[in-house]
């Protein structure tokens, strides 16, 4: 049993993992972009959540409504004003970029919000939980996962189903074309990039409600996304929440066999599997 | 400047390799005006100054009244010019019918049930309704034209630039496309038309250049450019008697 439940708890972790991983995940799909600073933007939402909470008082679920359209119009700017400059030829100038950004916006944080680990208080929602049969679950674990599946879902019917998720495909096929075909390349990104941080700004959200954060904890969660994409494979969403999901089972798994291995279970999963699925478990298939 | 499309003096090299020089001609509305020259003649590279995808080093390309010479592709198509490819260059992981709506819906400036519609009509009149949900990438050569065209066609262009479409087809798939581009052409879009298949060219145009070396080396009413002496020459042996 215990073991039954170091799998759903794992499982419900996958889906915080999978929000790290999901604004990186439609980065890299639609611009080829690797954004080195992903994960210092997951912490500036966190902390941008816990200014709202704080000035405003109000539940830090209720302070997504303030903090994901702001996240998203420094997106837009961001890939407009910096990153557009920086795309279209070798792959160092965008990488070198986002690791400039990174610097900048920990030392920001660091300057704005002083090294103390912060936490956001989301009241009773942090320590409530359900019983299913003899697993005991925490609301919040629940949440998280079913707002990653909800994410996951609403991006995936944003790239189907309407003209701008069309348009991502399009450029994301070939950019020369697209182009030709009157798509201005440079909003497309924008509106990509826009979208990539909203997400993000769920995601900073709630790893503040679920953990203490201070500005260097991004790094750890840039890692987390990475691995989260790379086992589902590049460019396709569902599977990175199922990456986010495996990853998460092999560290309560690792934690469970011994508490120091949390961490190194995760990454050996990854390893392993990049050994024998270099391109992922589901990657795209490409027309 | 009177002509629709007008190139002026148009000059682009890559150091040593001339593509454009002092090119200069114009098409007028409604025309459809054929574009001949042997490979490496600079055709090609020609639509790539009309479309934007190229800037010349010197000259100007104007447009229905206006300089476009320093506007970029995606508003160069949404000012109503739109090419087909030689080699198909379709967004081959997106179906058929999402192929048709990029065009229509971020050239043609359509949306929604409007866009989907138009779509539909001009896959009838391209003949590949039939393949709407078909990924492009998995078409055959004459349905990657097809969808060349139809793509083009989307974009509800004043201008149609056509790249080689009728190469490599059979002779029945060649012929029923030469229909579907005279039927386009009847409607009053004007056309220029870059083909080595001389005798679906002559089925079509009102009028020929020739081009070598990037240079314009002939222009007039396409029986008479295929008699001159200069284009026997270069097509000796290759399309003489079309």
Redesign the interface.
């Known amino acids: 049993m215990e073991w039954v439940n170091a799998i759903v708890q794992g499982t419900l972790l996958g889906g915080l993992y999978a929000l790290f991983a999901a604004g990186l995940s439609l980065i890299f799909g639609v611009m080829r972009l690797v954004n080195i600073a992903h994960g210092d933007f997951i912490v500036l939402g966190a902390y941008l959540g816990l200014s709202v909470t704080t000035i405003l008082g109000i539940h830090p679920l209720v302070a997504l409504v303030f903090v994901v359209p702001c996240m998203a119009m420094i997106g837009y700017i961001l890939q407009r004003g910096i990153l557009n400059q920086t795309l279209g030829g070798d792959l160092l100038s965008p990488l070198l970029v986002t690791f400039g950004l990174s610097v900048i916006l920990q030392n920001a944080l660091l300057e704005i919000y002083s090294a103390d680990p912060q936490k956001m208080n989301a009241g009773a929602l942090e320590t409530a939980s359900v019983s299913l049969g003899d697993l005991s679950l925490g609301v919040l674990p629940l949440l998280t996962f079913g707002i990653a599946v909800a994410v996951i879902a609403a991006l995936q019917w944003t790239f189907y189903r309407t ?1 701008l998720g ?2 991502f ?2 450029t994301s ?2 950019q ?10 440079r909003h497309i990104f924008g509106m990509a990039m826009a979208l990539a941080l909203a997400v993000t700004a769920i995601a900073g959200i709630m790893l503040g409600i679920r953990t203490s954060f201070d500005p260097s904890v991004g790094g750890g969660r840039l890692i987390f996304g990475f691995e989260a994409v790379i086992i589902g494979g590049l460019g396709n969403l569902w599977g990175t929440l199922a990456g986010g999901v495996i990853l998460g089972v092999a560290q309560t798994i690792g934690a469970k066999i011994d508490p120091g291995w949390q961490l190194l279970a995760g990454h050996i999963v990854f390893l392993a599997i990049l050994a024998v699925r270099p391109n992922g478990l589901f990657p ?1 298939v ?2 | 400047m009177t002509a629709f499309l007008q190139l002026d003096q148009v000059s682009k090299s890559f150091g040593a390799v001339t593509v454009a020089e002092d090119l200069s001609y114009g098409v007028q509305a409604g025309e459809a005006l054929g574009v001949i020259g042997p490979n490496g003649a600079g055709k090609t590279s020609m639509f790539n100054l009309i479309t934007g995808t190229l800037r010349p080093n010197s000259g100007k390309v104007w447009f229905d009244g206006q300089d476009v010479t320093g506007m970029n592709a995606a508003k160069r198509c949404r000012a109503g010019m739109a090419r087909s490819f030689q080699v198909p260059q379709p967004f081959s992981g997106m179906t058929v019918f999402e192929n048709a709506m990029i065009a229509a819906t971020q050239a043609a400036g359509l949306s929604g049930q409007a866009a989907e519609k138009f779509c539909l009509e001009i896959l009838e009149q391209t003949e590949l309704l039939d393949r709407a949900n078909t990924l492009a990438g998995g078409l055959t050569l004459l349905g990657r034209k097809r969808l060349e065209l139809t793509r083009a066609l989307c974009a509800k262009p004043k201008l149609l630039m056509l790249d080689e479409i009728a190469g490599g087809l059979t002779e029945s798939e060649c012929a029923s496309l030469v229909k579907t581009i005279k039927d386009i052409h009847a409607r009053g879009v004007t056309i220029i038309w870059i083909e080595h298949v001389v005798h679906a060219l002559l089925a079509v145009v009102d009028r020929l250049i020739v081009i070598d070396f990037g240079m314009k080396i002939a222009e007039g009413e396409p029986k008479a450019i295929m008699q001159s002496p200069e284009v026997q020459e270069i097509y000796l042996g290759i399309e003489a008697d079309a």
Do not use: K
Not at chain 1, 176 to 185: D, S, T, Y
């Open positions: 003209a069309r348009a495909r399009a096929d070939n020369e074309i697209a182009q030709l075909m009157g798509l201005n390349r795209r490409s027309g």
